[in-house]
């Protein structure tokens, strides 16, 4: 049996994680996990839905019972682990050298077709 104590610890420490390494806040686990999208593994974001599913029937013992103890622990290690990985910093210098590269090959794109379009018309 799965204590229901130990279920809303483990989704608030997750809830922590996803707060801290991938900056996404939420009411709670489920809809920070629907905020993290794609962000999150499939597989992990399976393993988080049911830790969420699991927060969800917390005060039912009964409802609590139908959870295997050793999924939900596996998931709780799984994903934590996953998001002490993510550093957020290199992420965000990832996103900044994307957007730039992406700038620099439309201004080198733009470079081009005026050099072509200038050629076409006879000024160089």
Known sequence: MQDPLDIETKTQGIKA???????VKGRSLRH?????????PKRLRA???LLAEAEGVRGNIKLTRQFDAERIEQAY???S????????ADAR?????????ALAFNFIL?????IVFMR???TI
């Open 110 to 114: 733009l470079v081009v077709a005026v």
């Open 93 to 101: 210098r990832a996103r900044l050298i994307s957007i730039l590269a």
């Open 32 to 40: 920070s996990l629907r905020r993290a999208g794609r962000r999150l």
């Open 81 to 88: 682990d996953h998001l002490v990985r993510i550093d957020r």
């Open 17 to 23: 994680a996803l707060e801290k390494h991938l900056g």
């Open 120 to 122: 076409m018309r006879g």
């Open 77 to 79: 290690k799984d994903v």
């Open 47 to 49: 393993q988080a839905a």
